[in-house]
């Protein structure tokens, strides 16, 4: 779900995304209500790229895409992402969202994808129960097959947020919480609203999404080559698999247009620093926090 600069090729190939994987694990940097500035050099690269990728390859890629990720993980298995043990520190409203200490927590992981999030999750808290689901059924077969996994504990499926009906898995109006973390950017932006509509009809009322994903102007947003445009600030890798670039504009009108309320919406800005390269490299989250209002 990420990338980053230990690799020089970083958007060509699957061991610079392991690359971003890692970074990942480990997301610490400052806020901002602004996205960062670009460099002379940076824009004229953005600028320079204005040729499309065919709409015949747009149209393969996205009748592909449950197919390129499913050999994503054939190929990587469970060891591209590291166990995300920040969540709960980047996100404090698993702990603040409950009423009090010993309410059972249920939670969706949106787009699970081994399990890197709900496992160190279960394991820390112990009053939780987690709706896990992805795009890719090898995932979620990895996700069933991990040694933490507990049918008592965890609920783990298959489905196509876009167009698989959530209730199916998930009772209705029955999570506290859902994590949407490097997800919506493998989604085509024109089907996103319909995922967060999916998302939002398995929500309690007053129940929070919580959003990381990549941001605006990421480094490895300028790392891709020509012929890898697939429209504004989306973008396919070698593999087949994409990756959309959000601004903290488009995301607050997205969700609001699929119902929700904007709490917090805002830059992550980091630096990755490759000693071994002599690279010290932007990256960018967006991290945010939306509510379901009571009238959804």
Same mark, same amino acid.
């Given at each position: 779900?990420?990338?980053? +600069?230990? /690799?020089?090729?970083? %958007?060509?190939?699957?061991?610079? #995304?392991? &690359?971003?994987?890692? !970074?990942?694990?480990?997301?610490?940097?400052?806020?901002?209500?602004?996205?960062?500035?670009?460099?002379?050099?940076?824009? !004229?690269?953005?600028?320079?790229?204005?040729?499309?990728?065919?709409?015949?390859?747009?149209?393969?890629?996205?009748?592909?895409?449950?197919?390129?990720? =499913?050999?994503?993980?054939?190929?990587?298995?469970?060891?591209?992402?590291?166990?995300?043990?920040?969540?709960?520190?980047?996100?404090?409203?698993?702990? &603040?969202?409950?009423?009090?200490?010993?309410?059972? #927590?249920?939670?969706?992981? &949106?787009?699970?994808?081994?399990?890197?999030?709900?496992?160190?999750?279960?394991?820390?808290?112990?009053?939780? $129960?987690?709706?896990?689901?992805?795009?890719?059924?090898?995932?979620?077969?990895?996700?069933?097959?991990?040694?933490? $996994?507990?049918?008592?504990?965890?609920?783990?499926?298959?489905?196509?947020?876009?167009? /698989?009906?959530?209730?199916?898995?998930?009772?209705?109006?029955? %999570? /506290?919480?859902?994590?949407?973390?490097?997800?919506?950017?493998?989604?085509?932006? /024109?089907?996103?609203?319909?995922?967060?509509?999916?998302?939002?009809? @398995?929500?309690?009322?007053?129940?929070?999404?919580? $959003?990381? =994903?990549?941001?605006?102007? =990421?480094? +490895?947003?300028?790392?891709?080559?020509?012929?890898?445009?697939?429209? !504004?600030?989306?973008? %396919?890798?070698? =593999?087949?698999?994409?990756?959309?670039? $959000?601004?903290?504009?488009?995301?607050?009108?997205?969700?609001?247009? +699929?119902?929700?309320?904007?709490?917090?919406?805002?830059?992550? #800005?980091?630096?990755?620093?490759?000693?071994?390269?002599?690279?010290? @490299?932007?990256? @960018?989250?967006?991290?945010?926090?939306?509510?379901?209002?009571?009238?959804?």
């Amino acid at each position: 779900m990420s990338l980053t +600069a230990t /690799d020089k090729n970083e %958007v060509e190939s699957s061991e610079t #995304l392991s &690359a971003a994987s890692k !970074d990942e694990a480990f997301p610490s940097g400052h806020t901002s209500s602004t996205a960062r500035h670009l460099s002379q050099e940076e824009l !004229d690269r953005l600028n320079n790229e204005r040729a499309l990728v065919s709409d015949f390859k747009q149209m393969k890629l996205e009748k592909e895409a449950q197919k390129n990720w =499913d050999l994503f993980y054939k190929r990587n298995t469970t060891n591209f992402f590291k166990d995300r043990h920040w969540t709960t520190r980047e996100f404090e409203e698993l702990r &603040a969202c409950r009423e009090f200490e010993s309410q059972k #927590l249920v939670l969706l992981e &949106a787009g699970c994808g081994v399990g890197n999030c709900i496992f160190p999750l279960l394991e820390e808290d112990l009053n939780i $129960f987690v709706y896990a689901c992805d795009f890719s059924p090898r995932a979620v077969e990895f996700v069933k097959k991990n040694p933490l $996994f507990r049918p008592e504990r965890c609920c783990a499926f298959q489905c196509d947020l876009t167009k /698989d009906d959530l209730t199916e898995n998930v009772p209705e109006g029955s %999570v /506290d919480v859902v994590t949407l973390i490097f997800v919506l950017s493998a989604v085509h932006p /024109d089907k996103m609203k319909l995922a967060l509509q999916n998302i939002g009809m @398995v929500l309690k009322p007053g129940g929070v999404v919580l $959003f990381r =994903d990549y941001g605006l102007y =990421d480094h +490895a947003m300028l790392r891709f080559k020509s012929g890898s445009k697939l429209g !504004d600030n989306f973008y %396919v890798r070698q =593999d087949g698999t994409r990756s959309y670039f $959000f601004s903290k504009e488009f995301l607050a009108e997205l969700f609001e247009e +699929a119902g929700f309320q904007s709490v917090i919406n805002e830059y992550v #800005l980091r630096e990755t620093v490759n000693k071994k390269e002599g690279l010290c @490299v932007p990256r @960018v989250f967006l991290q945010s926090k939306f509510i379901k209002p009571p009238h959804f």
